[in-house]
C-alpha cells in the first residue's frame, strides 16, 4: 500500500491525536469588543464571518495563477483558498488541534490579495512606496479589521486574536512591520515577533501543499506545462512512474490527476510525521510561540524537494513568456488605476470619494484598499473607463 493509500484509508493511521489538549490553542484569547456569546464556539463564528463577507466573495474572480481566464476549469483565488481549507482541516484533524481555527485561517489568509495575483501586489507596492509599503498579508488584517464592516455596532469583523495573529503572522514572526500592519498591531497587539500557533502554521504550509500541486494540474490544462518536463524532477519522475505502474491501462489525464494527488498526500503524511516530532517535549502553546524555529511544516528532505518544485514551477510557469506578458499588462492596469485616482479622487465611487482623508499615507492607503479590493474584471473595466482601453494581452486561457 502507497503512502497516499495508507493516509487515504486511515487519516491517524501514523500516530494518534497526540497534540489534544496541550498544545492545542485554548477556546481563544478573545475579540477586541466583546459580544454576547451563541450556540457556536468563538473560532466557528470566525470562520462564518469571513465565509459571508464580501472579501471571500471577490476571491471567486481574482487570479490564481491566470490572469481572468476565460476557461471555467482553472483555479481561481476562491477554489484555491477552499482547497488551501480541505487540506488544513486534515491536517489538524489528524493532529488533534483546533480545527475550526484552522478552517477560519485558510479561509481568510488571501483576503488581502489585490486583483491579478502577485502582480497586482508588485503594482501597489511599487505605488505605495513612498506611503508605508503594501503586502498582501498586512491587506489580509485591513481588510478583516477595518475595511469588512457589516455590523452596525463595530468596524470590521471583530474577529478573535488568535485569528488575527494567525493571519499577519502567516509567514512567521515580523520584526519590522510596515505601516498598515502597525498601525493594527498598536490598536490590538498581536505579539508579532513571535511564531504563532500551531493552528496558524499548520495553515500556511496547507497553502503551500495546496498551489504546489494545483498549479501543476492548472498549468498542464493550460499546455504550459508537459509531463516530459515534469519528469526532469527525480521525486515526480518516481511518483509517475508509481501511477503508471498501478493504473497501467489509464488515459494519461487521468494519470496526470493521480500523480496530483500522490503528491499531496506524501507531503499531508510528510508534516503529520515531522509535525510530531518537531513538537515532542512542547508543553503548551506558549511553548510553540517562543520556539526558535517553525514547528509544523515539512521535514527537511520533504522541504528540499519542495524547494527544487517551487524552483520548476517558477522558470516554466510562472515566467513562461505568455505569464510574464499578461503579468506587465497587469501592472500596467494598476499602476494606471492608483495614478487616476491620486490625481482625480473625484473619479472614484462616490462612498469611497467622500471619505477619502486629505493627509498622507492615509489618503493613498485609502486609494490603494479599494484598489486592492477590486476583482480582476473590475479592475480592466475601470480601467477601459478611465482611460478609453485596457492594455493588450491579459491572458484569457
Known amino acids: 500500500m502507497t503512502i497516499r493509500a495508507a493516509f487515504a484509508a486511515d487519516p491517524f493511521a501514523h500516530g494518534g491525536r497526540e497534540f489534544e489538549g496541550a498544545l492545542r490553542s485554548p477556546a481563544s484569547a478573545g475579540s477586541q469588543i466583546g459580544e454576547r456569546r451563541g450556540p457556536r464556539s468563538d473560532f466557528q463564528r470566525d470562520r462564518d464571518r469571513i465565509i459571508h463577507s464580501m472579501s471571500f466573495r471577490r476571491l471567486k474572480s481574482k487570479t490564481q495563477v491566470f490572469i481572468a481566464p476565460d476557461g471555467d476549469h482553472y483555479r481561481t483565488r476562491l477554489t484555491h483558498t477552499i482547497e488551501v481549507a480541505q487540506i488544513g482541516r486534515v491536517l489538524a484533524r489528524a493532529l488533534g488541534v483546533d480545527e475550526d481555527l484552522t478552517e477560519a485561517l485558510c479561509l481568510a489568509h488571501d483576503l488581502g490579495h489585490p486583483p491579478f495575483g502577485h502582480a497586482g501586489e508588485d503594482a501597489l507596492s511599487e505605488a505605495m512606496a513612498d506611503f508605508g509599503g503594501f503586502c498582501h ?66 495553515a500556511a504550509v496547507a497553502d503551500d501543499i495546496a498551489y504546489d500541486n494545483h498549479d501543476i494540474d492548472d498549468g498542464l490544462r493550460a499546455g504550459f506545462l508537459t509531463l516530459d518536463e515534469l519528469m526532469e524532477l527525480d521525486f515526480l519522475a518516481n511518483q509517475w512512474r508509481s501511477v503508471e505502474k498501478r493504473f497501467p491501462n489509464a488515459p494519461q489525464d487521468r494519470l496526470l490527476r493521480e500523480l496530483v494527488r500522490d503528491q499531496i498526500g506524501l507531503m499531508v503524511n510528510d508534516v503529520l510525521e515531522h509535525t510530531r516530532g518537531s513538537t515532542a517535549g512542547f508543553e503548551s502553546v506558549a511553548h510553540i510561540r517562543s520556539a526558535d524555529r517553525q514547528l509544523a511544516g515539512f521535514s527537511p528532505e520533504m522541504a528540499e524537494q519542495e524547494r527544487k518544485l517551487k524552483a520548476f514551477m517558477y522558470q516554466k510557469l510562472y515566467y513562461h513568456p505568455e505569464q510574464v506578458s499578461a503579468a506587465g499588462h497587469a501592472r500596467e492596469v494598476v499602476a494606471k488605476l492608483f495614478a487616476a485616482y491620486s490625481q482625480d479622487p473625484s473619479t472614484m465611487p462616490r462612498e469611497w470619494h467622500d471619505r477619502l482623508p486629505e493627509a498622507e499615507p492615509r489618503r493613498s492607503r485609502m486609494i490603494a484598499d479599494f484598489i486592492a479590493g477590486m476583482s480582476d474584471r473590475f479592475a480592466m473595466q475601470a480601467c477601459a473607463e478611465l482611460y478609453g482601453d485596457v492594455p493588450e494581452g491579459l491572458i484569457n486561457v
Open 137 to 202: 498579508n498586512a491587506q489580509t488584517l485591513r481588510t478583516v479589521m477595518r475595511l469588512e464592516s457589516p455590523y452596525p455596532m463595530h468596524e470590521g469583523l471583530n474577529l478573535t486574536w488568535d485569528l488575527l495573529e494567525g493571519l499577519a503572522k502567516h509567514n512567521g514572526p515580523i520584526t519590522q512591520p510596515n505601516w498598515a500592519l502597525a498601525e493594527l498591531d498598536a490598536a490590538f497587539p498581536l505579539d508579532l515577533a513571535t511564531w504563532p500557533s500551531i493552528e496558524a502554521q499548520i
